[in-house]
């Protein structure tokens, strides 16, 4: 059990502002966002991210709209070196991005950060120390002088390195790391020495970064730091106000939005809140409470599926079902009384008319999401018992997101027919969604063909396949099988997520595998495929699935297109 918190724990002392401002202030335009995933967010992972996954992050963050990416901390790893120097020398940084890179304040890890940014058209040196007293005595063994004395002489040796390379627009950015544990005079005196170093004006600012480096108070302590040193910094028309909060007590997202009502004007965080420990600031959920206000947040998250799938493919970390904005339930009623108000609001809501269904707090078409009425699963739930029954009759556990879409299947069912449906039932209806569409797409055959002696660790696959009755024979080459059918096929499919499992047990055992895909610029589809071997399965789920859109005219026509001209 807990012991006393007293004797162990100390209160942290609240700030003494008694004439603050920022309750009375409201949010009425966007920070200038700042994505960290490719730096805090990807040295908090268990396995750090391939320069691969590294370039697809990087590239899915462009496409949001962030200005500023901090990319790597190129001194930590040659891996994270490489990258920065990839990105520049590929020519790979849009003119409207800016990347920044982390350095500690120590000459040589300085240096290798400064070479790193050669050749670059614009660049963030992002420099940190941290200052609070702990800090100071137990890992340093410092005092404040020697703290001090760090940040000063970490900035006059950028200083000296960015002003003899004029080719690039630098901009400096100093964190006194561990500002929400520090004493706020001295964060203020340190802060004050860097820029009197560096000597920021109005048209050529320095960013000043206060980062709640450990979540140590409630939100609004920490919006009175923020306050106090808006009020107090020197050079303030010179500086950028910067706030890096995490996570620690659970209030990060609020911390933030009270930051900025106190005077910050840009915000350092992560997708969905990855980061150190519990996660920086989560700047999805941060940039759609703004937009739920009435705020455009200048990020764009209209389609908040495939920018879940690209984060949990590059981290490996799963997003919470409940995840505000971007879980798989959040916009999924169990309850009876909230679904027939959801229902009822839905169908008064006027096109043009302001949002107003209840339980919903913001349209789940802004975000390229629907309402899903979701039976719930479990062998409690009367006609959600039916995907209860799938998995314990039959063998198929579908994935989450697979879940809401049959359930629409399902619905009809159970509302068609007035009665209770049974496991029986259920199972002929999954075949015939998923198993036992037999056009316009059929699989026949394959043959599978690894290739390591160029180096690229690629297969390539030449599948026998029958097509609207005619057969046909594609070839491809990817990064595995379901790339490489994705490349060979005559219409363009992008395969988002992918589950297998094996139906029974022993040598004898089926595999099952489901893949989640979108067909040209479609909505997103399941596929579902049984084989005995588990690449053929995985090749006919990609099938089902395009089989399911047989009936979009689009695709029809993309598909006819590909195929007259590849004959």
Same mark, same amino acid.
């Given at each position: 059990?807990?012991?006393?918190?007293? =004797?162990?724990? !100390?209160?942290?002392? $609240?700030? *003494?502002?008694?004439? +603050? /401002?920022?309750?009375?202030?409201?949010?009425? @335009?966007?920070?200038?966002?700042?994505?960290?995933?490719?730096?805090?967010?990807?040295?908090?992972?268990?396995?750090?991210?391939?320069?691969?996954?590294?370039?697809?992050?990087?590239?899915?963050?462009?496409?949001?709209?962030?200005?500023?990416?901090?990319?790597?901390?190129?001194?930590?790893?040659?891996?994270?070196?490489?990258?920065?120097?990839?990105?520049?020398?590929?020519?790979?940084?849009?003119?409207?991005?800016?990347?920044?890179?982390?350095?500690?304040?120590?000459?040589?890890?300085?240096?290798?950060?400064?070479?790193?940014?050669?050749?670059?058209?614009? =660049?963030?040196? !992002?420099?940190?120390? $941290?200052? *609070?007293?702990?800090? +100071? /005595?137990?890992?340093?063994?410092?005092?404040? @002088?020697?703290?001090?004395?760090?940040?000063?002489?970490?900035?006059?040796?950028?200083?000296?390195?960015?002003?003899?390379?004029?080719?690039?627009?630098?901009?400096?950015?100093?964190?006194?790391?561990?500002?929400?544990?520090?004493?706020?005079?001295?964060?203020?005196?340190?802060?004050?020495?860097?820029?009197?170093?560096?000597?920021?004006?109005?048209?050529?600012?320095?960013?000043?970064?206060?980062?709640?480096?450990?979540?140590?108070?409630?939100?609004?302590?920490?919006?009175?730091?923020?306050?106090?040193?808006?009020?107090?910094?020197?050079?303030?028309?010179?500086?950028?106000?910067?706030?890096?909060?995490?996570?620690?007590?659970?209030?990060?997202?609020?911390?933030?939005?009270?930051?900025?009502?106190?005077?910050?004007?840009?915000?350092?965080?992560?997708?969905?809140?990855?980061?150190?420990?519990?996660?920086?600031?989560?700047?999805?959920?941060?940039?759609?409470?703004?937009?739920?206000?009435?705020?455009?947040?200048?990020?764009?998250?209209?389609?908040?599926?495939?920018?879940?799938?690209?984060?949990?493919?590059?981290?490996?970390?799963?997003?919470?079902?409940?995840?505000?904005?971007?879980?798989?339930?959040?916009?999924?009623?169990?309850?009876?009384?909230?679904?027939?108000?959801?229902?009822?609001?839905?169908?008064?809501?006027?096109?043009?008319?302001?949002?107003?269904?209840?339980?919903?707090?913001?349209?789940?078409?802004?975000?390229?999401?629907?309402?899903?009425?979701?039976?719930?699963?479990?062998?409690?739930?009367?006609?959600?018992?039916?995907?209860?029954?799938?998995?314990?009759?039959?063998?198929?556990?579908?994935?989450?997101?697979?879940?809401?879409?049959?359930?629409?299947?399902?619905?009809?069912?159970?509302?068609?027919?007035?009665?209770?449906?049974?496991?029986?039932?259920?199972?002929?209806?999954?075949?015939?969604?998923?198993?036992?569409?037999?056009?316009?797409?059929?699989?026949?055959?394959?043959?599978?063909?690894?290739?390591?002696?160029?180096?690229?660790?690629?297969?390539?696959?030449?599948?026998?396949?029958?097509?609207?009755?005619?057969?046909?024979?594609?070839?491809?080459?990817?990064?595995?099988?379901?790339?490489?059918?994705?490349?060979?096929?005559?219409?363009?499919?992008?395969?988002?997520?992918?589950?297998?499992?094996?139906?029974?047990?022993?040598?004898?055992?089926?595999?099952?595998?489901?893949?989640?895909?979108?067909?040209?610029?479609?909505?997103?589809?399941?596929?579902?495929?049984?084989?005995?071997?588990?690449?053929?399965?995985?090749?006919?789920?990609?099938?089902?699935?395009?089989?399911?859109?047989?009936?979009?005219?689009?695709?029809?026509?993309?598909?006819?297109?590909?195929?007259?001209?590849?004959?």
């Amino acid at each position: 059990m807990l012991t006393s918190p007293a =004797a162990k724990y !100390h209160a942290f002392t $609240p700030l *003494a502002l008694p004439d +603050r /401002r920022w309750p009375d202030r409201q949010l009425t @335009a966007p920070p200038i966002w700042m994505s960290t995933d490719l730096r805090d967010g990807n040295q908090a992972l268990i396995e750090p991210m391939s320069v691969q996954k590294k370039r697809l992050m990087f590239e899915t963050l462009v496409r949001i709209g962030f200005k500023e990416i901090e990319v790597a901390f190129p001194s930590a790893s040659q891996t994270d070196y490489d990258f920065v120097r990839m990105l520049i020398e590929e020519a790979l940084i849009p003119a409207d991005v800016t990347i920044e890179v982390l350095t500690a304040a120590r000459p040589e890890l300085i240096e290798r950060t400064i070479a790193a940014l050669e050749g670059a058209r614009r =660049a963030i040196v !992002h420099l940190y120390n $941290p200052i *609070a007293p702990a800090w +100071r /005595r137990l890992v340093f063994d410092t005092d404040r @002088a020697g703290v001090k004395r760090l940040a000063v002489e970490g900035t006059r040796l950028i200083k000296a390195l960015t002003d003899a390379r004029p080719g690039t627009e630098w901009v400096f950015q100093y964190s006194p790391e561990t500002f929400s544990a520090a004493e706020i005079e001295f964060a203020r005196e340190v802060c004050d020495a860097v820029s009197g170093i560096w000597q920021p004006t109005p048209q050529r600012k320095m960013i000043v970064n206060l980062p709640a480096t450990v979540e140590m108070s409630t939100p609004n302590t920490y919006a009175d730091q923020i306050e106090w040193m808006h009020r107090h910094l020197a050079r303030r028309d010179s500086l950028i106000l910067s706030v890096h909060p995490h996570n620690d007590r659970g209030c990060a997202v609020a911390a933030t939005e009270l930051a900025l009502m106190a005077g910050a004007e840009r915000v350092e965080g992560c997708l969905f809140g990855s980061g150190e420990r519990t996660g920086n600031v989560d700047l999805v959920t941060l940039a759609l409470n703004l937009y739920s206000q009435g705020v455009h947040p200048g990020l764009d998250f209209s389609d908040i599926d495939a920018i879940r799938s690209v984060a949990e493919h590059c981290t490996q970390l799963p997003v919470h079902p409940r995840h505000p904005y971007a879980g798989d339930l959040v916009f999924t009623a169990f309850s009876g009384s909230h679904q027939d108000a959801i229902k009822k609001g839905m169908a008064r809501q006027q096109p043009d008319g302001c949002w107003e269904v209840p339980y919903l707090p913001i349209d789940p078409a802004d975000l390229g999401r629907s309402y899903d009425a979701v039976i719930r699963v479990n062998s409690q739930s009367g006609k959600g018992g039916v995907a209860y029954l799938l998995e314990h009759e039959h063998g198929f556990a579908l994935p989450r997101r697979m879940q809401i879409e049959f359930a629409r299947a399902i619905q009809q069912l159970t509302d068609g027919s007035g009665g209770e449906v049974t496991g029986q039932a259920l199972f002929d209806l999954f075949r015939r969604e998923y198993l036992d569409r037999a056009g316009p797409w059929q699989y026949l055959g394959h043959r599978l063909h690894e290739t390591h002696a160029d180096g690229t660790g690629q297969v390539q696959i030449e599948v026998e396949l029958r097509h609207q009755g005619r057969p046909l024979t594609v070839c491809g080459a990817g990064h595995g099988p379901l790339a490489a059918l994705a490349a060979a096929l005559p219409v363009p499919i992008t395969v988002l997520d992918y589950h297998e499992h094996a139906l029974g047990q022993g040598v004898a055992a089926q595999a099952a595998c489901y893949v989640e895909l979108r067909v040209a610029d479609g909505p997103t589809c399941f596929g579902a495929g049984v084989d005995e071997h588990i690449v053929a399965a995985a090749l006919k789920a990609v099938l089902s699935g395009l089989n399911r859109t047989a009936g979009d005219t689009a695709v029809q026509g993309q598909e006819q297109e590909a195929l007259c001209s590849s004959s």
